[in-house]
Structure formats: structure tokens, C-alpha cells
């Protein structure tokens, strides 16, 4: 493949080193290189695994990073073209990324074996020397007695499972015994429902519905159609080796304190609920609860998270954008105008990417592939990002039937193609800046990214470096993509559902009672210690709401919207009034409407306020807290006291009548 070197240097510096056998005859300069306590980028990863070892060798595996410019670059039609295209992979390889932590699952090898038959009593006899198993058989029809009761049988059906590998709970109804006579055919007894079980392993043989949501995602739930004995082999000795400790990647970081699922039994935000396919979040008072045991790693709730709580892990969002930073800067420095970026997963995206360029034409040279866990995790923050920095338009590959629900990146893509679009960084001949690719087929693939139309890049591409919590970035990289866009506008209004916008005060409602600055979460809504006043921050509105859900006037309404003048400007006040000051000592406590409103409103028209001694008691409503106690003490006032408000008695019976 062709290979320029002057492209590739004028972008990563100095240090590069060519050659023909880096894992053969030229090995030793492999070593050489690692041994300089310098960063060693290998453009090679199909013989990683040597030079990981001869890393490891030098201690210096943490200073090794390994791209691929041989599929996704040199084996191309256009791979003459590519030089921008190499040095953009090898910059963006070096790129540091945090390592993500880890839970882990405990398996004493307790199993059930779900079924309705003797494909679940066989099964469960060939896992006996493996696991602690029990036959549970829902609805069963004709069954043969086992020979022996060396492993339990009962009947039962599931009507309810939670829990993954190593803790799993099922509530299960008509569960029964096997009657020790049974003969020809296996019965049961009396019957009750409401029994639980627990258990470390579940493998259903039913062939009906499965026991959970994304059922081929849960840790230790095994499902196959009994009808398919090669499918109950694999699950069988998958089962079988599900004994022990076993870790898993924390997909998602969260952050309780940053939640706007509730606040005083109100709900808000219900993005993650929405989109997670598996069950793992569940609300938890005023925030959600993620089960990392659960999480099977798509990301949608991170991609739709507004205030950053829950954050993918895999990598941080502020190192994916870092890694885009350096992607698309390494590809402008070395000659490269408006790329396309190809996000990917390793799963399915990179095999699709190596057989097109093994029996196709390859990749574009001006499309970067940028692989990631999972597609489904990617934010509207990393795609802003990119629009900013200089790509031409974002493609998201996805399967032709995707593993994890795309809703929510479906969702994501076409409102900041829309804001894209808005901003003019459009196609000129049209055509979408941000859109998915639905194929398992390579050719297909190759087809769509050649003659896809290219969006027109920021004239001059941003450079900020994102660091931080990821609303903190979100927010930057969205003014970012304002700033260097082609033609600017100051507002883009938005579908519902967007994670920004504005709200709609209706100010002649509003009491300031400040119910809604006690919701709100991101402190978009504040009020002033010194005055009556309540003034909004549209960049920190992050649309869960909890303002309109909590205002007791029915006063606010949610406007989803981009207002880059808006974000730019100071805090709007949205309300204002004149304080009433306390006649006592002079404190403002309160708004001067509201103290005259309740005044009118029961002087002369309650027994408590009528009369002299009303008088001192509306006294009492013109005065702060604190003076409103002394007052009330001076005053003696007990309404217990008064003749208008006295229990009634017998004894005012009978005076009543002897008058």
C-alpha cells in the first residue's frame, strides 16, 4: 500500500520510522523504540499481540498504542489519497483513554433448569456434575418419572424474575411436589402460588416467552428452543462453566446528585427509563438506580442523559471528543479538508470495514473510522463535537437488525442534523450531515459512504479541548458548533424530548412562591435573596419538567429550543415585584401583591380577622417570621379562647332551650 510519509510527518511530528518487518527481521528496532521511554504508535494491529508482548518485555505497555492503517486506509481504491487520512489514525491512536472499573459476580453454580418435559429433566441430569441444579417444569403434560430423585423436579410456572448471575429471584405461582407413587406418568400435589426461589443460574427450556427484556443480555440467564438440540448443547455448556467470580465492565458512571428524575415525589426526567432495553434503572426516590450487573453496555442512557448523571464509561465522553479533537486536526494539518466520520462498533462495524477493504474498493480516503463499544453511546456532545472541529458529516453504522434499540441515537442523529442543517453546515446539493447506515453488507456500505453527499465544514474548525463532566462539555461543544458554523442563526427550535431550551413564563400566574427553583435541578431557575425575583439561565435548562410539573399556578411551559444568544446573555428575569416590608422592623419578606391579596381576602370576611382584635391579628400577616412569633406571644392569642370558634356542649343545649 502506498504510504505518505511526508503527510503522516507534517501531522505527527517527527519519530516516524518506516519499514517492511517491524514484526520479523526488523523486530529489533521495535525494541529499541519502546526502550526510549517515549510514546510507541504500532500501525499494526494484526500482530498486536507480539508487540504487546515484547511491550510488556520493556515495561512499556503503557506507553503503546496500536492503529490500523491498513483496512481502513492503505487498502483502497483511493489509497494513493490517504496520506491525511493515516496520519489522522495514528495521531487519534495515541490519544489516552481512561480504563474503565469493573464489577463483579459471584456463581456458587445453584441452577434452575426451566422447562415443560423431559428435554429440561434430561438436561438438568447432564449438568448435575457441574451445577447444584433443580428441575422446574411449568404446565407439564405427560412426563415419565425420573428413575431416581437425585435431582429435584417440581411444577410451577414463573410469574415474575429479577436479579443476573449469581443472584437471581423468581416468583413462581402453582408450584407442587411430585407424588412419590407416580407410576406412568409424573404427578404432582396440591398446588399454591407465591413460592420464591433463588438461584445463581437460570436456564430456560421452556420455548415460550423469555423471563426478561433483552433476555440474551442478562448475566446468567440462558434461554434456547428445546426443539433445537445444537442450541441446548451450547447453552448447556455455557452453563457449565458458570462457576466462580467473574468480572464485568461499569459501562456507566453515575452520579445521584446530578439526576432530575424527581423532586418531592414529582417526576421529571424519564429519558434512561425510556430507552434502557434491559431493566437495569429503576427510580429511586428523586433519582434513578443503575444495576451495573444488569447494564448490558449500549449507552442509550448516557446518549440521552441532559445533566450528565449517567456517563458512559467506555471511554468517558470528554476522551471520546479528545480522541475526535486529535482525529481531525491530524487530518486538516496533514492536508485533509471535510471528513467524514464513520462511527463504529468493533463488533460488528470493523468486520463489515476489513472485508470491504480486503474484496472491495475499501474506504474513502477522506471517511475516518472512529470505533466505539457501542454506537448507541454516542451523545449529542460527541456529534456537536465533530461538526465543530471540521468533519463533514457523521455516519453511524449500524446492524441491519441492530442488537440494541436505536431509538434514542435515531432520535439524537436527526435532531442535530437538523441543527446542523440550521447552522449551514448542509450539503450544498442537500442531503443529510448526520445519519445512520443500517447494513450487515459490505458492498452496501462502500456504496453509501462514496456517494453520500459531504456537508460543508466549519470555515475555521474549532480547537477547544473538552474536559470535564459531560453537561459541562455538552454545553461547550454546542456553542462551539455556533461559533464555527458556516452560516450562524441565533435560535434553532427543537422537537420535544431535546435536552435543551427555554421555558415560557406566564408572568401575570406567577406568585414567586419559588416552587419551581426548589425543583429545579441544574439551578436554571433561582430566585434573589434580596428581592422578590426569578430569573432563568437558558444553557442550564436542561428540559426534565420539574418546573412545570411542580408550579402550583400551572404558570411555566417547557419551549425546546437552541438560543445561542440566549446562553450567551446574562440570567433573564422573568418575574419582579416590589417586596412588602415588614412593619415590625423593616425585613422584606414577601411580595407587597400577595401580603394586600391575602389581606383583602380575609379581613372582614373571617371571624379570626373581624373586630379589635382582627385588627392585631391582620397586623400579624404584615410582619416577617421572626415578629410574627413575639407579636402573637404579646398578644396572647389563643383562637381556641374565642366564642365563635368554641366546641359546642350539651350544656349549650340546654341553656339554648331553657332561653
Known amino acids: 500500500m502506498p504510504l505518505d510519509t511526508a503527510a503522516i510527518g507534517k501531522a505527527c511530528g517527527g519519530g516516524l520510522q518506516t519499514g517492511d518487518q517491524f514484526c520479523g527481521r526488523e523486530l529489533e528496532r521495535v525494541r529499541t523504540a519502546m526502550a526510549s521511554?517515549?510514546?510507541?504508535?504500532?500501525?499494526?494491529?494484526?500482530?498486536?499481540?507480539?508487540?504487546?508482548?515484547?511491550?510488556?518485555?520493556?515495561?512499556?505497555?503503557?506507553?503503546?498504542?496500536?492503529?490500523?492503517?491498513?483496512e481502513t486506509a492503505g487498502w483502497s481504491a483511493e489509497a494513493a489519497a490517504a496520506g491525511p487520512k493515516?496520519?489522522?489514525?495514528?495521531?487519534?491512536?495515541?490519544?489516552?483513554?481512561?480504563?474503565?472499573?469493573?464489577?463483579?459476580?459471584?456463581?456458587?453454580?445453584?441452577?434452575?433448569?426451566?422447562?415443560?418435559?423431559?428435554?429440561a429433566i434430561e438436561a438438568a441430569q447432564r449438568l448435575a456434575d457441574h451445577l447444584d441444579v433443580t428441575v422446574l417444569l411449568s404446565r407439564p403434560g405427560e412426563v415419565a418419572p425420573p428413575r431416581n430423585g437425585e435431582i429435584p423436579v417440581l411444577k410451577g410456572t414463573v410469574r415474575g424474575a429479577t436479579g443476573h448471575l449469581g443472584a437471581f429471584s423468581l416468583a413462581i405461582d402453582d408450584t407442587a411436589l411430585p407424588l412419590p407413587s407416580s407410576r406412568?406418568?409424573?404427578?404432582?400435589?396440591?398446588?399454591?402460588?407465591?413460592?420464591?426461589?433463588?438461584?445463581?443460574?437460570?436456564?430456560?427450556?421452556?420455548?415460550?416467552?423469555?423471563?426478561?427484556?433483552?433476555?440474551?443480555?442478562?448475566?446468567?440467564?440462558?434461554?434456547?428452543?428445546?426443539?433445537?438440540?445444537?442450541?441446548?448443547?451450547?447453552?448447556?455448556?455455557?452453563?457449565?462453566?458458570?462457576?466462580?467470580?467473574?468480572?464485568?465492565?461499569?459501562?456507566?458512571?453515575?452520579h445521584a446528585e446530578l439526576c432530575a428524575h424527581s423532586r418531592?415525589?414529582?417526576?421529571?426526567?424519564?429519558?434512561?427509563?425510556?430507552?434502557?432495553?434491559?431493566?437495569?434503572?429503576?427510580?429511586?426516590g428523586d433519582h434513578v438506580a443503575i444495576d451495573p450487573h444488569v447494564c448490558a453496555g449500549c449507552g442509550s442512557c448516557a446518549s440521552v442523559c441532559p445533566t450528565g448523571a449517567a456517563a458512559y464509561a467506555l471511554p468517558p465522553a470528554d476522551a471520546l471528543m479528545r480522541r475526535l479533537r486529535t482525529l481531525l486536526a491530524a487530518f486538516h494539518k496533514a492536508g485533509g479538508t471535510a471528513p467524514v466520520l464513520l462511527i463504529h462498533d468493533e463488533a460488528h462495524g470493523a468486520p463489515l470495514i476489513d472485508a470491504l477493504a480486503r474484496f472491495g474498493d475499501g474506504l474513502p480516503a477522506d471517511v475516518l473510522p472512529v470505533p466505539v463499544n457501542e454506537v448507541t453511546q454516542v451523545g449529542p456532545e460527541a456529534i456537536a463535537a465533530a461538526l465543530a472541529y471540521g468533519a463533514g458529516g457523521v455516519r453511524f453504522l449500524v446492524r441491519d437488525k441492530p442488537k440494541h434499540d436505536i431509538a434514542a441515537l435515531v432520535r439524537n442523529a436527526a435532531r442535530f442534523d437538523a441543527v446542523?442543517?440550521?447552522?449551514?453546515?448542509?450539503?450544498?446539493?442537500?442531503?443529510?450531515?448526520v445519519s445512520l447506515i443500517e447494513t450487515d453488507d459490505p458492498d452496501a456500505l462502500g456504496t453509501a459512504l462514496s456517494t453520500g453527499a459531504?456537508?460543508?465544514?466549519?470555515?475555521?474548525?474549532?480547537?477547544?479541548?473538552?474536559?470535564?463532566?459531560?453537561?459541562?462539555?455538552?454545553?461547550?461543544?454546542?456553542?462551539?458548533?455556533?461559533?464555527?458554523?458556516?452560516?450562524?442563526?441565533?435560535?434553532?427550535?427543537?422537537?420535544?424530548?431535546?435536552?435543551?431550551?427555554?421555558?415560557?413564563?406566564?408572568?401575570?400566574?406567577?406568585?414567586?412562591c419559588h416552587a419551581c427553583v426548589g425543583a429545579c435541578p441544574t439551578g436554571a431557575l433561582a430566585d434573589d435573596p434580596d428581592r422578590p425575583r426569578l430569573t432563568f439561565a437558558e444553557s442550564a435548562c436542561v428540559q426534565c419538567g420539574l418546573c412545570a410539573a411542580t408550579c402550583p399556578e400551572d404558570a411555566i411551559a417547557l419551549v425546546p429550543q437552541l438560543d445561542f444568544a440566549a446562553w450567551a446573555a446574562p440570567r433573564r428575569v422573568v418575574k419582579e415585584e416590589e417586596p412588602f416590608d415588614c412593619i415590625a422592623c423593616g425585613k422584606p419578606f414577601g411580595t407587597r401583591s400577595t401580603i394586600e391579596r391575602v389581606i383583602g381576602r380575609l379581613q372582614d370576611r373571617h371571624w379570626m380577622f373581624a373586630g379589635p382584635a382582627g385588627e392585631q391579628r391582620i397586623k400579624a400577616l404584615m410582619m416577617c417570621d421572626t415578629c410574627r412569633v413575639s407579636h402573637v406571644l404579646n398578644q396572647g392569642f389563643d383562637p381556641h379562647t374565642a366564642d365563635a370558634n368554641r366546641p359546642r356542649t350539651s350544656e349549650d343545649y340546654f341553656r339554648a332551650r331553657e332561653g
Not at 37 to 59: D, H, I, Q, Y
Not at 209 to 229: T, V
Not at 241 to 251: I, P
Not at 264 to 274: K, N, V, Y
Open 264 to 284: 418531592s415525589r414529582i417526576t421529571g426526567c424519564t429519558r434512561c427509563l425510556d430507552v434502557c432495553p434491559t431493566g437495569a434503572i429503576a427510580p429511586a
Open 37 to 70: 521511554e517515549m510514546p510507541v504508535t504500532v500501525s499494526c494491529t494484526l500482530k498486536a499481540p507480539l508487540f504487546s508482548e515484547v511491550a510488556e518485555e520493556m515495561g512499556a505497555e503503557d506507553r503503546v498504542a496500536f492503529a490500523n492503517i491498513r
Open 86 to 119: 493515516m496520519a489522522a489514525l495514528l495521531a487519534a491512536a495515541a490519544e489516552p483513554v481512561p480504563s474503565p472499573t469493573s464489577v463483579s459476580f459471584e456463581s456458587q453454580g445453584v441452577a434452575l433448569v426451566y422447562g415443560r418435559d423431559e428435554v
Open 184 to 254: 406412568r406418568v409424573l404427578a404432582f400435589g396440591p398446588a399454591r402460588d407465591g413460592a420464591t426461589s433463588t438461584c445463581d443460574i437460570v436456564v430456560d427450556l421452556t420455548g415460550g416467552a423469555p423471563l426478561f427484556p433483552a433476555h440474551e443480555l442478562r448475566s446468567g440467564y440462558l434461554r434456547a428452543d428445546p426443539r433445537d438440540p445444537a442450541a441446548v448443547e451450547r447453552v448447556l455448556f455455557e452453563a457449565s462453566h458458570l462457576v466462580g467470580t467473574f468480572d464485568k465492565t461499569r459501562f456507566v458512571d453515575f
Open 420 to 433: 446542523a442543517q440550521a447552522l449551514g453546515y448542509g450539503p450544498a446539493e442537500g442531503g443529510a450531515v
Open 454 to 512: 459531504r456537508g460543508t465544514p466549519a470555515p475555521v474548525p474549532s480547537g477547544f479541548r473538552p474536559d470535564g463532566e459531560v453537561r459541562g462539555v455538552l454545553r461547550f461543544a454546542v456553542s462551539e458548533l455556533h461559533h464555527a458554523a458556516p452560516r450562524p442563526v441565533d435560535r434553532v427550535p427543537l422537537d420535544a424530548g431535546a435536552p435543551f431550551g427555554g421555558l415560557d413564563v406566564k408572568a401575570e400566574a406567577c406568585t414567586l
